[in-house]
Structures are given as structure tokens and as C-alpha cells.
């Protein structure tokens, strides 16, 4: 039973295309967050929800666009897809942050 | 440059060595955590450390928390094959809400 699942796990597309990543955790907590980890393999949060409101909110361009229906789910938007978007994107959830965070397996995106 | 940078970036290493990563910051962390991530997974928490000087172990693990709360390490004795990942550390300011990534080790121990 996964406890923070992300679909797709792979998405190719084209260059100006827009796509969604979809979110769910079901552990109960109530901040979700999105990362994205670059070729280098560093991570960098761009979102993060706590009961569905956004409380952080990174340099990230607004082609990027969350939506939190509820605390289990938190969905990427993502318009106009660049290049320079291709990376792995991580849904993650925590409860109280410092008990740490808990992933998903991630969505490869690879724009052509 | 990134808040919290790791050393070294890359190690590869025979199984049965003994082996240290270091991550550092100029910042100080409430608390800091190591994670490991396996290619095509996400990273899965190993530790948290929340007081200064703080060692804890996990198995062949062993964990640092900087006496000024602005460092940690990570010592891996005797490493096996099935220790190879890419390890990251992440720190929480002393305010805020969100864990800040450092820039990972990536580790491969040779059978």
C-alpha cells in the first residue's frame, strides 16, 4: 500500500505542450510538497501545501501552477512546457517537518 | 552556492571500507536529516538529529550533528554493496518550515 504515489512515473512531450502531475498520500499528513531534482541530482522544493493552502512557494515560474483539491492530494500543473523543464519532479508529505519527509517514487519529465 | 554542501560529491569504494561524508553549512539548522535515494526512487529519511553534538547510530550508521548545529556527518563502516545511493542531507532553519536539500553524495561500494 504506497504511502505517497505520483502518476505518471514517466512523461515524454513536446515543447509548448501542457501536462499534470498527480499527487496522493495516504499517511494522513497535512503538508504536501512538490521538489524538483535537476541533472546534478539536487533537489529544490518549489511548493508546499498545508491543509490544501499553499504556504510556500518558491522562485518558480508561473507556467507552474498547484492544486491542492485536499489535504491527500497535491497536483502540478505545468503550461507551455520548455526545455529546460525536463528534470524529476517528487511529491513528498509530511506531518511535523521534523519527523521528516516522505516521498514518492517521482515523474521523470522529458521535454522534446 | 548552495546553503548546505556535501564532500565529497562522488565515492566509490570496495565493500568492507569504511567511509565518511560531510555535509556543511555556514548556517544554523534546528535539525538536520540524511536521506538516501536509489536510482528511480525517491529518497527515503535514514536519521533525524535535532541537538548539537547529538551521534546517533543506525546499524553500520553512523550519524553527527555539529556541536554549533551547523554541520553533520555520516560514517559508514565495513560498507556492503547494498549501501550504494546517493546520499543527501537536509537541515531545517531555525525558523521556517521546509528542509533545505544539500548538493548529495553519491555513493557506489564494489563487491
Known amino acids: 500500500d504506497t504511502a505517497v504515489s505520483q502518476t505518471p512515473k514517466y512523461l515524454v512531450t513536446q515543447m509548448g505542450n501542457d501536462k499534470s502531475i498527480k499527487c496522493e498520500q495516504n499517511l494522513g499528513h497535512d503538508t504536501m510538497y512538490w521538489y524538483k531534482q535537476d541533472s546534478k541530482k539536487f533537489l529544490k522544493i518549489m511548493f508546499s501545501y498545508n491543509n490544501k493552502e499553499l504556504i510556500i512557494n518558491e522562485t518558480v515560474p508561473n507556467r507552474f501552477s498547484p492544486k491542492s483539491p485536499d489535504k491527500a492530494h497535491l497536483n502540478l500543473h505545468i503550461n507551455s512546457l520548455e526545455l529546460g523543464d525536463s528534470a524529476v519532479y517528487f511529491c513528498a508529505s509530511s506531518q511535523v517537518v521534523n519527523y521528516g519527509y516522505t516521498f514518492g517514487s517521482g515523474t521523470r519529465l522529458t521535454v522534446v | 552556492t548552495q546553503l548546505l554542501e556535501q564532500s565529497p560529491q562522488f565515492l566509490s569504494i570496495q565493500e568492507g571500507e569504511n567511509l565518511t561524508v560531510y555535509c556543511n553549512s555556514s548556517?544554523?539548522?534546528?535539525?538536520l536529516q540524511w536521506y538516501r535515494q536509489e536510482p528511480g526512487e525517491g529518497p527515503v529519511l535514514l536519521v533525524t538529529v535535532v541537538t548539537g553534538g547529538e551521534v546517533k547510530k543506525l546499524k553500520r550508521l553512523t550519524f553527527q550533528f555539529g556541536d554549533a548545529r551547523k554541520d553533520s556527518s555520516l560514517h559508514i563502516t565495513a560498507a556492503q554493496p547494498g549501501d550504494t545511493g546517493l546520499y543527501l542531507c537536509a537541515g531545517a532553519r531555525t525558523t521556517g518550515n521546509q528542509f533545505y536539500f544539500g548538493t548529495g553524495t553519491s555513493l557506489t561500494v564494489i563487491p
Open positions: 548556517s544554523v539548522f534546528s535539525s
